[in-house]
């Protein structure tokens, strides 16, 4: 069994993994914002404790950028931790313990390869649009790490290059900058939206606040990337507008990584994933507009399928399927 943990700019989760990657059990807890390095320690040791006994090895995805294998941290979603030594305080919580740690986007192209969306595809890219855009890439059936394991990191390549938005990396107009959920709905209220009033069910799978009668509601909906493209698919112009220059700007980073890596699949997984046309029609339109070379455009694009939990099975992979996911001389 495997303690899995997944570390966004959002939330911190946890949860235990079975051989085959079925999660057994998972916590959630709010990532505390502008806290200092151990509040953020102490929150995400609150969230393991009660998971700890049953672990036979600790896998685990965090923002970044990081210096791997060693897991020192430094997410671009959570200032409080810069250098932060997170392998290193796991393996001292955890003695004896195999820990593993690679980027949390990295961990979802895994989990969407190993058991998802992926499966069966020998070069995919798969990707995070969230809080963050990241990816992980996945060439010859292997998770490809590059040389300071930050391979894929399709966030922070140029889509704006004249007058594009700065991004938290210092650069302008990378995809980060212009797609992830907090731009989208920054740039959408600048520009006349106003977001639709209550509040917004819950699926089944994604866990939330109970109200009194048992049914879970979204958090602050007013604000979100998933209320702003709830309202696009409800017509609202300035959504549907925000929409689609978050799903050009995707349709030009992947037509380059394609030409680059020769895909055949990406997977698009977090947030904005759940959007449909008004985000997927755009993509679709702009990478073909881009991907031109004959090997190009036998490309697909797809949400990813796991949901939630992806984090999770892609962080617990580490270990349940190293062989093609973590090369043995990192340890």
């Given at each position: 069994m495997i303690l899995a943990i997944d570390v966004g700019g959002t939330k911190m989760a946890a949860g235990?993994?079975?051989?085959?990657?079925?999660?057994?059990t998972s916590r959630r807890a709010a990532t505390p914002q502008n806290a200092d390095a151990e509040t953020l320690w102490r929150t995400l040791t609150t969230l393991?404790?009660?998971?700890?006994?049953?672990?036979?090895g600790v896998g685990v995805g965090c923002g970044g950028p990081m210096t791997w294998p060693d897991g020192e941290v430094s997410p671009l979603n959570i200032p409080g931790w810069r250098g932060f030594p997170l392998r290193a305080r796991l393996a001292g919580r955890f003695p004896g313990l195999p820990v593993r740690l690679h980027n949390d986007a990295i961990c979802l192209a895994i989990a969407e390869h190993w058991q998802g969306a992926g499966r069966g595809s020998a070069d995919m890219l798969g990707m995070v649009v969230s809080t963050g855009v990241g990816g992980g890439l996945i060439l010859g059936g292997?998770?490809?790490?590059?040389?300071?394991?930050?391979?894929?990191?399709?966030?922070?390549v140029v889509v704006e290059p004249d007058g594009g938005p700065?991004?938290?990396?210092g650069g302008h107009g990378c995809l980060e900058a212009v797609a992830r959920g907090p731009a989208l709905t920054t740039w959408a209220l600048t520009h006349g939206w106003t977001p639709s009033a209550g509040p917004e069910p819950?699926?089944?799978?994604?866990?939330?606040?109970a109200s009194e009668g048992g049914a879970a509601y979204r958090e602050d909906r007013a604000v979100t990337g998933r209320a702003l493209a709830a309202d696009a698919r409800a017509g609202d112009p300035v959504a549907?507008?925000?929409m689609r220059r978050a799903g050009r700007a995707l349709g030009?980073?992947?037509?380059s990584a394609t030409h680059l890596c020769d895909l055949d699949l990406v997977t698009i997984g977090g947030g904005l994933s759940q959007a449909g046309d008004p985000l997927f029609g755009p993509l679709e339109e702009a990478l073909r507009d881009h991907a031109r070379m004959g090997f190009a455009r036998r490309v697909k694009v797809v949400p990813a399928a796991l949901g939630q939990e992806a984090?999770?099975?892609?962080?617990a992979a580490l270990l349940l399927a190293g062989g093609a996911y973590w090369p043995s001389t990192r340890d």
């Open positions: 235990l993994v079975a051989p085959d990657g079925a999660v057994i393991i404790d009660p998971l700890s006994a049953r672990a036979e292997r998770l490809v790490n590059g040389g300071t394991g930050n391979a894929g990191h399709i966030g922070h700065r991004c938290g990396c819950l699926a089944a799978s994604e866990g939330g606040a549907v507008l925000a030009i980073a992947i037509a984090g999770l099975v892609g962080a």
